[in-house]
């Protein structure tokens, strides 16, 4: 692995036993990474890349402009995100346990008298992974049956740059606690993803016909995905 310069670009190269090159603009930031079979030598790789900085740069400019995510007071009348839809933040202050309820158009917070911005933040986070608790199970089940493998464990955790990560030789994977703020259809297909590296490690072509095959709108949510506003953890 190594890095090559073309100009302002930064291209992170990888050298393995692929057939053909592979290129890839990354969120949030637009980091580039490029793959090539182990005899393509530099200048090859050098004369690719500047074919295809006019490509490189506009993959770049649509995160740029990809909306982030204000900062959270958690004040009344906030937009809050719960599977893709948005919501209003009601707050109501009562001597109670915290709570947390959804209608049409609110997500009220129901939280003790002087509870902080910081406290509130905690308890919104927690509904959030309980929610995912419940959602994540079955849609581990289904595709464990679609394809044939095990996932012996998961979790949610906050992640400053991915939506998901797979130990293999563990067969866990963990989940952004963000996907709970996004559509059902990105949560599975990060799901979908993760299990898939049980069937094939790396990101080459084997990876990706899995993924046409058992999941061929995957590139769909995927960019949907990537053209939602960002939570603070993929900034």
């Not at 909306?67 to 707050?91: A, C, K, M, T, W």
């Not at 079955?138 to 949610?156: A, H, M, Q, T, Y």
């Not at 563990?170 to 952004?176: E, F, G, H």
Request: hydrophobic share 35%.
């Amino acid at each position: 692995m190594g890095k090559m310069e073309i100009g302002s670009l930064k291209v992170q190269v990888v050298k393995k036993d692929i057939k053909n090159i592979h290129l890839a603009v990354y969120p949030p930031k637009g980091s580039v990474r490029l793959s090539s079979p182990r005899n393509v030598n530099d200048e090859t790789i050098r004369l690719y890349l500047v074919s295809r900085i006019g490509w490189i740069r506009k993959q770049q400019r649509k995160f740029e402009k990809q909306d982030r995510e204000p900062r959270r007071d958690y004040v009344p009348r906030e937009s809050h995100y719960f599977l893709g839809q948005r919501y209003l933040l009601r707050l109501e202050e009562k001597n109670a346990p915290p709570l947390i309820t959804l209608t049409n158009k609110y997500l009220t917070l129901q939280v003790r008298p002087v509870t902080s911005a910081e406290q509130r933040e905690k308890i919104l986070n927690a509904w959030y992974r309980k929610q995912l608790k419940q959602l994540i199970p079955p849609l581990i089940e289904k595709w464990e049956r679609i394809l044939d493998v095990s996932v012996e464990d998961w979790g949610i955790r906050h992640m400053k740059t991915k939506w998901g990560t797979c130990k293999i030789e563990a067969k866990r994977i963990r989940l952004n606690l963000e996907l709970a703020k996004k559509p059902i259809q990105c949560l599975e297909f990060i799901i979908v993803h993760e299990m898939v590296h049980l069937l094939e490690r790396k990101h080459n072509e084997i990876f990706f016909a899995y993924m046409n095959r058992y999941l061929p709108k995957w590139k769909m949510y995927r960019q949907e995905l990537n053209s939602l506003p960002m939570g603070k953890g993929l900034t």
